[in-house]
């Protein structure tokens, strides 16, 4: 818990400049041309067997920074490859009812948001393939910051170094 606790608030540190800036309302719909999440559920089945992380991204459709976050982060190819790589990607919204099962308890995607602490939107979380939190950042992220941050938890540098160490030695 202590290593959670390090490495949220060393990276809400490092990028509490990036939730700046304008709302970006008048961009396209959360289902663009980059929609490659999948199921909570079916995240939790692959992680167990290959290993990979669930990065977990909370949003709501009023949200600019959300659809910012889908348009301009997600849509960038080392985002995507190092998700590809390391991650099972999930997005849930953060006001819906829609059922979820997470560990095997069920719960309304508004449910499991406010379980796992989310007060602001987008958030990112990072989940272990055994489904334990490693760490959630509020905000919008920059793409090059967000791509460091999949490369620090999937190649499991977190567990050894500061995320501070990790951007200095790569």
Known sequence: MKQIMKVSILVISLLASCGGGDDVSDQSSQNGQYDFWVSIEKAQEKALDDGKYIVLDVYAEWCGFCRRMNLETY???RV???LDRYFHPVRIN????RKVTFLNEDYTQRELAMNFGVNTLPT???ISPEGEPIAAQPGFIDADIFHRMLSYVGTESYQNVSFQQ?????
Not at 94 to 97: G, R, V
Not at 166 to 170: H, L
Request: glycine fraction near 0%.
């Open 94 to 97: 953060s006001e819906s009812e």
């Open 75 to 77: 849509a960038d190819q």
């Open 166 to 170: 990790y951007t200095d030695s790569n």
């Open 124 to 126: 990112t979380i990072f």
């Open 80 to 82: 995507q490859d190092a």
